[in-house]
C-alpha cells in the first residue's frame, strides 16, 4: 500500500469515528507535512513487529501527530489473541493510570468555574480528612516492627491531591506496614463507589507527612472523588458533560454500553505471571470509577485531549482550560526539598537527578541531557499499568500515544518499548 492511500484511509477512518460531532485532527497529506521524515517512521513498525513476534505485545495502535496534524496512525498485531481478531485502529483499551490526567483536568475545570481551589485544605470538602494521623516505622524492644501515629503536621491540599504530595500510597507498590493496611482494607476494591473507597482511606493513617514527599498512590482517586463532592455529579458524569462531550472523545468512558464498542475492547493475551490469558475488568459491566485507573478510550479520543492541552486548552473552537491553568498543570510542582519514592524505571523517574519533575497529573522534564528518553525540557507524560502511554512536547509541537493492551506482570517489558518507540519518533524528526 502507497503511504498517499494510506494517510488517505486514515483520513476516512477517522471522520467516520464521529460522525457529526467536531471534526478529528486532521492527517497530514505526508508525514513531511507535519515534520516528520517517511523513511525515518519505518523503524517503528519494525520495533513493534519485533514485540509481537516474541510474544512480548500482541498488538499495538501508535499515533504520533505534529503541528497539528496526524503524521502516523497504524495497528499492529492483534486485538484479541485468543479469536486472531486483528487491531485496528479504533480498538478501545483500559488506560488504566492515563486515566490520572483526565481527572486532573477535572479538578482544574472546577478551579476555573471557582468551586474549587488548589490551596484548599481536601478536609474543606471532605470532613472526614481532617486531623489524620502519619505512620512511622519503629521496631519495638523484641525487634519486631511497628507503627507510631503521630498528627499530620498540616493538612493535605487539592494541590497535594494533583502532584502526589498527599500522604497517600498505592498498596501494590513496593512494602510497608502502611501499604499492607491498605491491601486489607481493599481499598482499590473494583466493586466499591468513590465514597465507600473515601472512607476506607479516612480510617487509614498517611505514608508521609503532608508536603514532604512525591509518593504515587491513590491521591487522583480521592481527587476523583472531590471532583464529585464539589460538582454533585458522578465522576462519569463530569468527564462526559465537561470534558469528552465537549472534545468529541465518544469512545472514552468508565463503561461501555453499546455491543458495537465492546467489541472492539483489547484483550492482553497471556499473563507471563501464570501462563494463563489474563483477565482484565469487563468494561462491559459497572464499576468503581476510579479517577486513577477506571477509564477506556482510544487512540483517537485521546488524541483529541493531548492536542487541547498542545495547544493552550482549545481544540476545534471549543475551550476546556485556560492557558494559564495548561501552563500550570505543566510546571513541575516539587519544591527542592521534596524526596521522591519513584520506582527509577525511565517512564516513571520523578526525581531531580533524572531531569524530572512532577506537575499537576504529569511528569515534567525539567532539564536537559539526563535522560535516556528523547524529549525537551518542558514535555509532560504518563503511562498506564496495562501498555499504554503518552508524551506531549510543546517545544516540539508534537504528542505521541503507544497502546498496548498488556497485563500488570508484563509492564516492565511493555515500558522498554515506548521507550525505544519514543526515541525513534525523535529520530524522524525532519526539522
Known sequence: MSLRLYVSICALALGLLAPGHAPALQPAATPEAAGLASERLAPLAAAIE???SRQDIPGA???LARRGRIAYLQAFGARDPATGAAMTHDTIFRMASMTKPVTSIAAMVLVQDGRLRLEDPVSRHLPDFKDLMVGVPTTDATGQASLRLE??????????????????TYGFIGKS????????????????????????????PLQNQ???????????DLLGHLVE???????????AQRIFGP??????????????????????????????????RDVGMPSWQSGGGGLVSTAHDYARLCQMLLNGGELDGVRILSRESVEQMTRDQLSPDMHSTSTKFPVVDVRREAGNGFGLGFMVRTDEGRSAIRGSVGDYTWNGLLGTYFWVDPQREMFGI???QTPPAAYVRAAGYWVRLRNLAYEALAD
Do not use: C
Not at 501499604?179 to 468513590?194: I, M, W
Open 210 to 220: 503532608p508536603g514532604t514527599t512525591w509518593d504515587y498512590g491513590m491521591s487522583t
Open 61 to 63: 495502535v501508535v499515533l
Open 50 to 52: 519485533e514485540g509481537i
Open 177 to 204: 506496614l502502611i501499604k499492607e493496611r491498605y491491601n486489607a482494607a481493599k481499598v482499590t476494591d473494583p466493586g466499591q463507589s468513590n465514597a465507600d473507597m473515601a472512607a476506607k482511606l479516612a480510617r487509614l
Open 247 to 280: 472534545l468529541g472523545m465518544h469512545d472514552s468512558g468508565f463503561t461501555l454500553r453499546d455491543p458495537a464498542q465492546l467489541a472492539r475492547v483489547a484483550a492482553a493475551g497471556t499473563d507471563p505471571a501464570t501462563g494463563k490469558p489474563a483477565v482484565l
Open 402 to 404: 503507544v497502546l498496548f
Open 151 to 168: 498528627p499530620a503536621r498540616r493538612e493535605m491540599t487539592v494541590l497535594d491531591l494533583m502532584r502526589h504530595t498527599s500522604g497517600l
Open 229 to 239: 463532592v464539589v460538582s454533585g455529579m458522578t465522576l462519569e458524569r463530569f468527564f
